[in-house]
């Protein structure tokens, strides 16, 4: 796929990934509708920043729990291109509690977390069915993470959202077929605002003991998961229903 004239819908596009790979695709002459729920000023400085590169660029607030909300945000970014080729779910959500502690779980963590995490990117992937499938060459990119996969990571309901993200990913991979391939990519330890709030004081000790597990010897940057985002996009038209790993072979380990 050729994103140069295209457009796309990136939500959680604030900060981190969703900024990162919402100025990869302008950089490639990609139209950009950027979405975010709290984060307004960082929102409106990645649409001007996206905007430096050449293409159009918005902002679209909104809850990707909300059902009505991605509707809103899909019709406003088609109204806008008049068109939309590309979806990129990134938003997501987590609370950090030790796996063992099971009664620190409640309910509106589970809820909280699968209604963002799930629901969020089905409801898009719905709202836009249509406008991708018009695309001719219509993408819809998960991002997942190794928690999903490996079920180690900030809580239990994260790790299982997660999993189901990469189960959505082949399920919606076949009902979309052929007009919409429906990938995924699963990052592990991310530099940035997440894991540093999360973690807090043990942020970098965490980090230094993920690159010490990675065969690579490296954890991800936003960019880097940006580049494997358009690698996806833009490399083979055959690949749908696929998870990438991302994670500076952490998951592979080292000898
Ligand atoms: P981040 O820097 O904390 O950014 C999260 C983004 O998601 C923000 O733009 C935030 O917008 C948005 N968001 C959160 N809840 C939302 C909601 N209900 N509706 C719309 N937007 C919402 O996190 P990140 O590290 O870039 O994470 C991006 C994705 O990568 C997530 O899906 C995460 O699970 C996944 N991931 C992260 C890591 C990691 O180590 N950080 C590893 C693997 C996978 P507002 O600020 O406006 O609320």
Known sequence: MNISGKAALVTGASRGV???????????????????????????????????????????????????????????????FGRLDILINNAGTTRFIPHANLEAVTDQDWDRIFSVNLRGPFHCARAARKHLEDSGAGAIINVASVAGIAGTGSSIPYCASKAAVINLTISLARALAPKIRVNAVAPGFIAGDWLREGLGPNYEMAKQAAENRAALGKVCEPEDVAAAILGLLTGSDLITGQTVVCDGGALVGRL
């Open 18 to 80: 969703g900024r990162a790979t919402a100025l990869a695709l302008a950089k490639g002459g990609c139209s950009v509708a950027i979405n975010y729920n709290r984060s307004r000023e960082e929102a409106e400085q990645t649409a001007e920043d996206a905007r430096a590169c050449g293409v159009i660029a918005i902002c679209v607030p909104g809850d990707v729990s909300d059902d009505e909300a991605c509707r809103a945000m899909v019709t406003a970014a088609a109204r806008t």
